[in-house]
């Protein structure tokens, strides 16, 4: 870890999605940000492993969703199961509006 001098016009301490998005936010205004986080990488459990609707349609309004959906991923359009012979669809996702 450095011990260097940091000059900037805002820090934020922890690079989770709050400290990610106000980041990219105020970057985007034009104000010089550093984004302090205490792990090397993003592959953690709790960043999640899912995209929410919600996520993606601030995403879009961003314009950040085109590129974004660029990156390998798997759409599920159902989610189900099967208990001993029954089998169920428990929830139909290409409804959703995002």
Known sequence: MSTA???????????????MMVGYLLTRAGV???V???HSDFSRDFRGDTVHPSTLELM???SL??????????????VGGVIGNFAFKA????????
Do not use: M, N, W
Request: include cysteine.
């Open 5 to 19: 001098a940091l000059e900037t016009a805002c820090r934020i301490v922890g690079g989770g999605p709050t400290g």
């Open 32 to 34: 010089e940000v550093t």
């Open 36 to 38: 302090l986080e205490k």
């Open 60 to 62: 879009y309004e961003l």
């Open 65 to 78: 969703l085109e590129d974004f959906l660029k990156i390998p991923h798997q759409q599920p359009t159902s």
């Open 91 to 98: 929830a139909d996702f290409r409804h959703v509006p995002t």
